[in-house]
């Protein structure tokens, strides 16, 4: 009976901690970013930048890349 407390308890705790975690996929700002800006840009960043590339690509039709890119001289 105590092993199965403790699992409830750290499975209660480990729900509780990723909701109140932000969303990693969230906040990328490097859409249109020099290849200098990307690498000064922090991990968090990058990981929302490429989770929107791979999220435009997955949707295809709907919203294609060239909609939004805008290529920098």
Do not use: I
Request: glycine share 6%.
């Amino acid at each position: 009976m105590k092993k199965v407390t403790v699992v409830v308890v750290l499975g209660w705790l480990l729900c509780v901690s990723l909701v109140a975690q932000p969303n990693w996929y969230s906040g990328g700002d490097l859409h249109v970013a020099s290849a200098l800006e990307w690498q000064q840009a922090g991990d968090a960043n990058k990981l929302a930048t490429a989770a929107d590339f791979v999220s435009t690509m997955h949707q295809g039709a709907r919203r294609p890349f060239k909609s939004w890119y805008q290529p920098t001289n």
